[in-house]
């Protein structure tokens, strides 16, 4: 789990009842996202920006017991003239390349960029295709049209199939797809709805939050959008707003989205309140998970176990995840430091740790017996 203030490990046991601790790691410096290595089962990766030392990524091959910084973080290429130079601030976003290229990491910076690590990690090579086109760093803004810690490039998805066929969304700036490796990416925004007065048909003016691709069937893609719920279901191009089924009170407004690791037309949502830019907290003060088994059909409110009142959360779109056991276990964690658990699918929750710093992303994996 990483926070504002440091990143922990919480152990459970198989039958996800009882949690260990581990922690603190980094106390008092920002962590954005720590994933364990799925590849290997004990290599973590975490996305740091320390006081003494900036934005970087630190490095464990011991499941956290030890930790070392990349020799080479993730740093925009040299700028041709001082207009265009540009300083990463923060690593928002670590992802795994698949199996069959066993050392290959991506990673999502804030301003946007991508960047890619063929050494587990050690060190990392900019996409200039992405973080120098002339028209991706038009599509990208400013601060200003940014989240407001800074506008974000995150869920790089790699197709489990197909190494070269990857996926990335920036919050401001739009869905994009590349099918070569990543040499060349193009708009994927057919069917997405932006903010009313503005043109639809230029990137920059859209913000998904949070994209997925489904383990069972990667044909398949939903997404939480500033405008909606959306699915896609290739070789279609376009998406289709599902969110118009949620009750009409609590919209399709929010930041995370998670999959059923085994069922695609199951998935799950953590709706804020968007009746307007600001709230974004849980509607009414009364948060709910929203699911979704038939792709998005109908949803069922989820919220046994939940604060009935005066609970004013806000998940970000990194803080919500699911586990691969059967049932599957869903976990969240909030910006007031809470975080939550369920080992039935949502049906019903749990708190198993509370008074942490503001969560900003939470990750499961199994480690071997």
């Not at 760093?137 to 974000?152: A, F």
């Amino acid at each position: 789990m990483a926070t504002r203030k440091g990143a922990w490990l919480y152990r459970g046991d198989a039958a996800r009842e009882t949690w260990r601790v581990e922690g603190p790691h980094f106390l008092g410096h920002v962590i954005s996202h720590l994933v364990l290595d799925p590849r290997d089962g004990r290599t973590l990766l975490a996305a740091a920006k320390t006081g003494h030392l900036g934005p970087t990524v630190f490095r464990s091959t011991d499941l956290g017991r030890s930790w070392k910084e990349a020799a080479k973080p993730p740093a925009f290429a040299r700028a041709a003239n001082e207009e265009s130079a540009r300083a990463v601030d923060h690593t928002f976003w670590l992802t795994p390349a698949p199996a069959s290229q066993p050392d290959v990491w991506y990673a999502g910076t804030s301003p946007q960029g991508l960047f890619r690590s063929q050494d587990g990690g050690v060190s990392w090579e900019p996409f200039s295709m992405v973080n120098d086109d002339p028209n991706y760093r038009r599509w990208m803004g400013t601060v200003q049209d940014g989240t407001p810690d800074g506008p974000k490039l995150h869920s790089i998805i790699v197709d489990p199939r197909d190494p070269d066929h990857l996926y990335f969304a920036m919050s401001g700036g739009g869905v994009h797809e590349s099918s070569d490796g990543g040499r060349s990416f193009a708009p994927l925004l057919d069917g997405l709805e932006v903010v009313a007065g503005f043109d639809n048909s230029e990137p920059t003016f859209h913000d998904p939050h949070c994209v997925r691709l489904c383990p069972s069937d990667p044909d398949r893609l939903y997404q939480q959008n500033h405008c909606g719920i959306y699915r896609l279901d290739r070789p279609s191009k376009r998406w289709v707003r599902i969110g118009k089924s949620m009750p009409a009170d609590i919209g399709d407004i929010g930041f995370p989205m998670v999959v059923h690791p085994r069922n695609a037309d199951t998935a799950w949502v953590l709706p804020m309140d968007g009746s307007d830019v600001w709230p974004r907290t849980s509607p009414g003060g009364k948060p709910a998970i929203y699911c979704t088994r038939n792709g998005g059909e109908s949803w069922e409110r989820l919220d046994a176990g939940l604060p009935r009142e005066q609970a004013w959360w806000t998940v970000k779109r990194q803080a919500m995840c699911v586990d691969a056991a059967d049932p599957v276990g869903l976990y969240f964690g909030t910006t007031s430091g809470e975080l939550w658990a369920s080992s039935d699918e949502g049906r019903n929750w749990r708190s198993i740790a509370r008074h942490l710093p503001e969560i900003y992303a939470v990750e499961t994996a199994e480690l071997p017996g």
